[in-house]
């Protein structure tokens, strides 16, 4: 089996490789090729015996798109992206990266399909960002998208091909829309969403963490193992059962601020929670705002796909996947 993975130089990327190292396989099947893509240069898996091809390219420029179909990889894991808040500040660079790649990517397995019935799985890591304020709570699985950011447009445009593309034909695609992943591991990124990780991350290892936003604050989370569980899901499931409804939302905890550090001081004690610097932050504070408070991931339960039920469990999978095994 050869695996395609967009996006392999970061976090999720390499934890989805490691993963499947660690599987041995998917689907049953043993994986004999490995293409790892993303704008710097992914590693070699450590310990893998068959074929890698190890890529620094931009999807959105010229025919790289194209290049990276021409082994017809059976399945295709696309993570690249640019992240809320670099997609906000910077509009042309998030159209061409998270709109114009994505469509070349699709593009160029239609012409591969085209030339040879090329019929690829195709797993796309959407984002809870295609849907927008006002929002109940929780939000059902027919909820209209309504993104309030360039990012969550982008995504959802790209979702909206995903379900087309696979309609026509031309791949067999399921898009799955991510909670915010918590706690994410080394250092903070771009993302808006950041300091969610943050003030639990560092209070871990002794280290101070900034709070913009008040603790009520409620938004939708799953652990980093729990995303990398939809995926392979995703790639190894019946599609049939999904339907033409080919976007789904992912279960995941819906949890305030102060729920979280709550967490943090029944895990690691006060002496972490003391860590948390306050420092409010109103123009951070109205975009949470608009953010999903929760889902009730109806359809995606129902298709087999699980997340952790407490922000305790999320905190242990950090402490168990990144700090080993205790603090």
């Known amino acids: 089996m050869h695996i395609l993975i967009i996006g392999a130089a970061g976090m999720m990327g390499k934890k989805l490789i490691q993963r499947l190292m660690e599987d041995g396989g998917l689907k049953g099947s043993p994986i004999t090729e490995f293409t790892l893509v993303d704008v710097i240069q992914p590693e070699v898996p ?24 021409e082994g017809r990889p059976d399945i295709i894991f ?51 960002a295609v849907v927008g304020a006002p929002l109940p709570f929780p939000i059902p699985d027919d909820f209209h998208s309504t993104p309030l950011t360039s990012y969550g447009t982008q995504k959802a445009i790209c979702e909206l091909l995903l379900s087309d593309y696979t309609r026509r034909g031309f791949m067999d695609g399921i898009g799955i829309r991510l909670p915010t ?12 969403s950041g ?8 209070p871990l290892i002794g280290q101070t963490a900034v709070l913009p936003v008040p603790d009520d ?59 948390i610097r306050r ?38 999978a950090h402490i168990e996947d990144e700090l080993g095994g205790s603090l």
């Not at 992943?181 to 808006?192: D, H, V, W």
């Open 279 to 316: 420092e409010p932050d109103p123009a951070i504070t109205l975009m949470c705002e608009g953010w999903a408070p929760g889902f009730e991931a109806t359809r995606a339960r129902a298709l087999g796909f699980v997340a952790e039920d407490s922000f305790d469990a999320i905190i242990q």
């Open 78 to 128: 696309h993570f690249a992206a640019i992240v809320s808040g670099e997609a906000e500040a910077d509009f042309d660079k998030g159209y061409r990266i998270n709109l114009d790649g994505t469509r070349m990517l699709f593009d160029a397995i239609r012409m591969a399909h085209a030339a040879d019935g090329y019929f690829p799985r195709m797993v796309f890591a959407s984002s809870i």
């Open 181 to 192: 992943i918590c706690i994410r591991p080394g250092k903070p990124n771009k993302a808006a």
């Open 217 to 275: 604050i409620r938004h939708w989370h799953t652990s980093p193992r729990s995303g990398v569980g939809f995926m392979i899901h995703a790639a190894t499931m019946d599609l049939d059962q999904v339907g033409p409804r080919r976007n789904l939302s992912m279960p995941g905890l819906s949890a305030t601020v102060g729920e979280q550090i709550e967490a943090l001081r029944r895990v690691a004690g006060d002496k972490a929670v003391a860590l």
């Open 195 to 202: 300091f969610f990780s943050n003030i639990l991350r560092e």
């Open 46 to 69: 450590a310990g893998f015996a068959g074929k890698t091809t190890c890529l620094a390219a931009d999807m959105s420029i010229g025919d790289t798109a194209a290049q990276l179909v």
